[in-house]
């Protein structure tokens, strides 16, 4: 097992949707990324937060044995991000955007955590990612996540970090948005062209593509009775994906296919709940059962 540097977003988020609005839940790229990482591996979190984050949250991460050396207490407010899902959940839009400590945060990678073999660069300003990427010592494997907010206020940096990077996990709707293509085959080769030598495309409740030159592979998303709430998602799918690439700690084709099936495990969890409710009550037994279920579904 090999530990993973995680850095991104540690937030409160204010959602509504069908079933109701929830004001102020635990939530942030890197805060669903390290709770599924934690499973499979050892977690290394790199964040801030305001004053106002509670030690409630901060008992539960470290309880899944997540090290918060590297998460800044600063004198403020928690990153703050408020959705509104449409009734069928495919879709939201960002209503607000309080990046709080974020906006004057620069990460400083404690010296015991520059030689972290695996890096998960979750949803936040590209130029905090590449700031994080600056202090990191010879990585094995650099993973990056990122949103339309930064695709259209930050490219640049964005397309500058791209080319440090080697697997880069995106929605369809992003990745369309960033290639300015629509057909996916296009799509991909337009991203594959900006640096990762690996890109996974996230299609919600339909599942999620691998990509690597003259390579294509296909998951499903698990078909669950109950959908609750999306946030998340994203993150947990790549908390999971790189957990799992950690534990076995091999980046060979045939491992990155099973991550994408035990990141696509791990999402599906977290959709169960609001927030990361239904997240951290899960175990490696649940994972491995719907792993199991996942082979299932797509054996012929
Ligand atoms: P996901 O549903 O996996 O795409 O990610 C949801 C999480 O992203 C929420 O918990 C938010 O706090 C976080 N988030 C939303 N907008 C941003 C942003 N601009 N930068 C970083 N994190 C964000």
Same mark, same amino acid.
């Given at each position: 097992?090999?530990? !993973?540097?995680?850095?991104?977003?540690?937030?409160?988020?204010?959602?509504?949707?069908?079933?109701?609005?929830?004001?102020?839940?635990l939530g942030g790229s890197a805060v669903y990324a390290s709770i599924a990482a934690s499973l499979l591996s050892q977690v290394r979190l790199v964040g801030v937060?305001?004053? +106002?984050?509670?030690?409630?949250?901060?008992?539960?991460?470290?309880?899944?044995? !997540? +090290?918060?050396?590297?998460?800044?207490?600063?004198?403020g407010e928690t990153f703050h991000w408020e959705g509104r899902y449409t009734d069928d959940l495919t879709s939201r839009e960002s209503i607000r955007t309080e990046l709080n400590v974020f906006a004057e945060f620069q990460p400083k990678i404690p010296a015991a955590f520059a030689e972290s073999p695996?890096?998960?660069?979750?949803?936040?300003?590209?130029?905090?990612? !590449?700031?994080?990427?600056?202090?990191?010592?010879?990585?094995?494997?650099?993973?990056? +996540?990122?949103?339309?907010?930064?695709? +259209?206020i930050a490219r640049p940096a964005l397309e500058r970090l791209l080319k440090r990077v080697d697997v880069l996990i995106i929605n369809e709707e992003e990745a369309r948005q960033l290639t300015g293509r629509h057909h996916l085959v296009e799509v991909q080769r337009a991203l594959l062209a900006l640096g990762p030598t690996t890109v996974i495309v996230k299609q919600g409740e339909y599942g999620a593509w691998l990509f690597q030159p003259g390579v294509a592979f296909h998951a499903p998303a698990f078909p669950l009775e109950t959908v609750l709430d999306p946030t998340g998602a994203g993150d947990s799918f790549a908390g999971g994906f790189l957990g799992y690439l950690a534990r076995e700690n091999d980046i060979s084709l045939p491992t990155l296919r099973r991550a994408v099936v035990v990141g696509s495990a791990l999402a599906s969890f977290c959709v169960e709940g609001i927030g990361p409710n239904r997240l951290v009550e899960v175990g490696m037994a649940d994972v491995n059962g719907r792993v199991a279920a996942f082979d299932e579904l797509v054996r012929a």
């Open positions: 097992m090999s530990p !993973i540097l995680v850095v991104g977003s540690v937030a409160f988020d204010t959602l509504h949707n069908a079933q109701g609005s929830f004001p102020r839940v937060v305001g004053d +106002d984050y509670p030690e409630s949250a901060t008992a539960m991460l470290r309880e899944r044995g !997540i +090290d918060l050396t590297g998460l800044e207490v600063s004198p695996f890096v998960m660069l979750a949803n936040i300003q590209p130029e905090l990612q !590449i700031s994080v990427l600056d202090q990191i010592r010879s990585p094995k494997l650099v993973v990056a +996540d990122t949103m339309n907010l930064w695709i +259209d």
